[in-house]
T-cell receptor
């Protein structure tokens, strides 16, 4: 079972470049999330999708956009990358919003 | 505004002893609490949860205690094993099925042989 799959695993961007982080889950979960992890800050929610067709901002949405393409896929886009967006990004899914979430392996993004 | 706080960045425990990780929350609307474990270069994995209608939940070596009046929860690991060395995150949500998960900063647990 794949669970939650994120691509890419590593990425280096130059300031101002754009990119999309992809996430797919095969557990038929309704809710999906994007978190970032920074030292000493824990996991901070960027955006989430409680169900297919809906998206909502989390704690740190500025500089990001998301698309819930279908029930399986939830992508995160950086339109103009900044060094402050250097982080490890995790996608997660859960049966319903607020319940046990299953995480992908993460994308380590460096913006130079 | 940190709604879920883990005030100990790190904890070191002898193998075989009890590990106690603590977590405090400020939002009284939280009613579902979870603990996650994270190894380096991996995503967090779910460990154990507790609903606000309970004050204790046990799963093998892991027990979570909830003190609603103090807005405090703790994770006990007994006995601690070297494989328990990891970062532990507590998380909280509103009534189940309606609210997103909010995480604490994490506590790095090191089990010494």
């Amino acid at each position: 079972n794949a669970g939650v799959t994120q691509t890419p695993k590593f990425q280096v961007l130059k300031t101002g470049q754009s990119m999309t982080l992809q996430c797919a889950q095969d557990m038929n979960h309704n809710s999906m999330y994007w978190y970032r992890q920074d030292p000493g800050m824990g996991l901070r929610l960027i955006y989430y999708s409680a169900s297919e067709g809906t998206t909502d901002k989390g704690e740190v949405p500025n500089g990001y956009n998301v698309s819930r393409l279908n029930k399986r896929e939830f992508s995160l886009r950086l339109e103009s990358a900044a060094p402050s967006q250097t982080s490890v990004y995790f996608c997660a899914s859960s049966r319903n919003s607020g319940t046990e979430a299953f995480f992908g392996q993460g994308t380590r993004l460096t913006v130079v | 505004d940190q709604q879920v706080k883990q005030n100990s960045p790190s904890l070191s425990v002898q193998e075989g002893r009890i590990s106690i990780l603590n977590c405090d929350y400020t939002n009284s609307m939280f009613d579902y609490f979870l603990w996650y474990k994270k190894y380096p270069a991996e995503g967090p994995t779910f460990l154990i949860s507790i609903s606000s209608i309970k004050d204790k939940n046990e799963d093998g070596r892991f027990t979570v205690f909830l003190n609603k009046s103090a807005k405090h929860l703790s994770l006990h690991i007994v006995p601690s094993q070297p494989g328990d060395s990891a970062v532990y995150f507590c998380a909280a949500s509103g009534w189940q099925g309606a609210q997103k998960l909010v995480f604490g900063q994490g506590t790095r647990l090191t089990i010494n042989p």
